[in-house]
């Protein structure tokens, strides 16, 4: 990516460290006026413009236009690398694969991660918890589904085999890290670990082997993030999509396919995003992805 230039509507702003987009990968770039490896020295306008690439010549690879945009929802290709451009309510995924949010299942709706004393458990004591709620019309199995505080399978708890809620229903979860997590599906249910005072935790289709795993039968179904005391529910997010353009390898004159996948223009104020990374907030930016199995 050494030598390229990503300008907008009325700025630009050249890249001089040597960096690669992986085959097939992904490279998020942060629009916040800022020096770095991984920032661009000007900010994408909320209002509307164009996100254009250019070679070390100054020639332009490709040019996508915007408009209006709105909070917390990004826009980009779908799938990556198409020409159509998709808006992402709830699928926020810069610097990863672009996806529409399709889940109905049931959803992260509350946590508590300093219980201190507001609700006891069943056990008598004050410990963080989760809220798990079902906006279906019909009760949810949950067995097999994994609840995490990180990518790490270390940090996952997998319902028991039984575990369900019933139509318009809640589940609640403890986080005890003093007791061992629950293997019965009748419940009470307690996750085997503590929540920190910030983190995230997802709800998963499947307990990942040491990350997510994005296919049919290991899908990131929900996310939550939180600060401090603050209790979220699941807010909205976006994702990214674009056209083709043409590029040239350094090592026999042509360079893999780039492209502009992506990008997030009116960030959200607060954390609670619905995004793979924990934000950090307030950011605009823009990813770039390849096509092709060079780097």
């Given amino acids: 990516m050494r030598g390229l230039y990503l300008g907008t509507s009325n700025n630009l702003c050249r890249m001089y460290s040597l960096s690669f987009v992986p085959p097939r990968g992904y490279v998020q770039l942060f629009a916040e006026e800022l020096s ?18 250019y070679d070390e010549a100054g020639t332009e690879l490709e040019h996508v236009t915007y408009g209006l945009q709105q909070t917390a929802v ?21 610097g ?6 399709a889940w109905t299942g049931p959803v992260l709706n509350e946590v508590l991660a300093r219980n201190q004393s507001a609700v006891a458990s069943p056990w008598s004591n004050y410990v963080d918890f989760v809220e798990l709620f079902n906006p279906g019309g019909s009760a949810a199995s ?5 609840l995490g505080k990180s990518t790490a399978a270390e940090d996952c708890w997998t319902f028991p085999a039984g575990t369900s809620i019933p139509a318009g229903g809640y589940l609640v979860v403890w986080c005890d890290g003093s007791r061992a ?12 670990f503590s929540c920190p005072a910030k983190a995230a935790m997802s709800i998963s289709s499947t307990p990942p082997p040491s990350r997510w795993t994005w296919s049919a039968t290991a899908t990131r179904c929900r996310r939550i993030h939180w600060q401090h005391r603050r209790e979220l529910a699941p ?7 674009r056209d083709q353009s043409r590029r040239r390898h350094a090592g026999n004159g042509e360079r893999p396919s780039l492209q502009t996948n992506g990008w997030l223009t009116r960030p959200p104020a607060m954390i609670g995003s619905s995004c793979i990374t924990p934000p950090p907030w307030p950011l605009t930016w823009a990813d770039c992805s390849s096509a092709t199995i060079l780097p």
């Fill in 36 to 53: 770095g490896a991984d920032q661009l020295e000007f900010k994408l306008p909320a209002a509307g413009g164009a996100i254009v690439l």
């Fill in 74 to 94: 990004s826009e980009g290709r779908l799938p990556d690398g198409a020409a159509t451009i998709t808006t992402f309510a709830g699928s926020v995924s810069p």
């Fill in 96 to 101: 990863a694969s672009n996806y529409v949010l």
């Fill in 142 to 146: 949950l067995a097999g589904m994994a």
């Fill in 181 to 192: 997590g629950s293997t019965n599906g009748s419940g009470p249910f307690n996750t085997g």
């Fill in 235 to 241: 807010a909205g997010g976006a994702n990214p999509g």
